[in-house]
Structure formats: C-alpha cells, structure tokens
C-alpha cells in the first residue's frame, strides 16, 4: 500500500514536470532559458519516473537496466544540456539584446 | 505491478502533452537552436513515455528499450547541436 502510494506520487511528479517542461519551452523568451526548461525540468521528470519504476517493479534484470538508464541519463543530461545552450549561443541567438552579460565575447573566446 | 493503472494513464496524458509542447515549439522555432532544444524535449517524453508504458503493460524487456533510447537521444541532441553550431562558423569562415 506505501509502495504504491509512493510509486503513484513519483510517477504524477515526474509526469507533471515533463508536462512543466513542455509549458516553458512554449512560453519562455529566448532559447537558453528554453534549454535551461528541457536539460534542467523535463530530466529531473524523467528522473522521477525512472525511480518510480525501480520501486515498482523489483525483479533483478529490471532493476540492473533501470540503473543503467539512470546512471546513463545521469552522466548525458549535462553534457546535452551544454551542447544545447552552445548551440544556441554559437547560432546566434543569444546576443546581447538578449542576454545583459556577453562574457565570451568581452574575453575575446569568440 | 502494484501502481493503479489510471495513475499510469494520466501520467501518460501529461507526457504527451509535453511533447506536443515539443512538437509545436520545433515547428514554430525561430531559430535552429529552438528546434534542437525541442527534439531534446521530444526524447525525454518517447523515454518517459517507454518507461510509463514498460509498468502499464508490465513487460520489463521495454526497460531494454528506454536504456538504447537514452544513449541513442543523447548522441543525437550532440549531434544537431554540432550540426547547428557548424552551420554559422562555415558561413562566416571562422574556425569552430
């Protein structure tokens, strides 16, 4: 009954901030703040979810491939949410009408 | 097996619903950027979407499946990002 409960509320958290995620990269201004919404919300969403299948489902295969997605999620979130904000500042897209500070380019890095 | 299945169901509703927030931000995007940041998005939801489906069905071996998405997501979100990054500096002549 307490597994499930948990397992419940994990899985409607997680679900909600995918569902979040989706909201933001709808509704914010400019791409960074939309890939700080994806790398940052839609991961600890999916996160969530993935603890609330270890939970639910015990059995020791499951639960050795659901470690390796988290470990894998784990270890890829950052990284992709890097490549994303470099993408959107190296297109173009983040210049200072934009963003206030334009650090890379007052120290000459691009 | 022991979570309710309308629980699933309506996890599997918000989650859709993020990615037709994606689906609509690749296609209206202004720049690439915005459209790589939503096939981001697009991946979390198919891997959300393929773990909540894996306990609906309770069928473990979709866990094999979310686990090739995750790493096959990632190598795709670098590379439109490289893909998008490349792009300007090939047009303006700079070094990446």
């Known amino acids: ?13 997680g679900a909600a901030l995918v569902a979040l995620a989706g909201f933001g990269i709808l509704r914010l201004p400019d791409p960074l703040t939309r890939a700080s919404a994806v790398s940052k ?3 600890l969403g999916l996160l969530l979810i993935i603890v609330a299948a270890i939970i639910d489902d015990r059995s020791p295969w499951a639960v050795l491939v659901l470690v390796l997605v988290l470990i894998a999620h784990l270890v890829t979130v950052p990284l992709s949410g890097l490549a994303l904000a470099r993408a959107s500042y190296r297109s173009g ?12 380019f007052e120290q000459g890095r691009m | 097996m022991e979570v309710p299945v309308i629980v699933v169901d309506i996890s599997l509703v918000l989650i859709v619903a993020g990615a037709l ?12 950027a915005d459209r790589v ?23 473990p071996v979709l866990f094999d499946f979310a686990l090739i998405a995750v790493l096959i997501g990632f190598l795709t979100t670098i590379g439109l990002a490289r893909l998008v990054t490349r792009k300007r500096s090939d047009l303006s002549g700079e070094s990446s």
Request: hydrophobic share 65%; proline share 6%.
């Open chain 2, 37 to 59: 940041v939503a096939a981001e998005l697009g991946f979390i939801a198919a891997v959300s979407a393929l773990v909540l489906i894996a306990i609906r069905l309770d069928e």
């Open chain 2, 21 to 32: 927030a994606a689906i609509v931000r690749a296609a209206i995007g202004p720049s690439r």
């Open chain 1, 1 to 13: 009954m307490i597994v499930s409960i948990v397992v419940s509320a994990l899985l409607l958290i």
């Open chain 1, 93 to 104: 897209t983040a210049k200072p009408p934009v963003t206030t500070v334009d650090e890379p």
């Open chain 1, 41 to 43: 919300a839609a991961a």
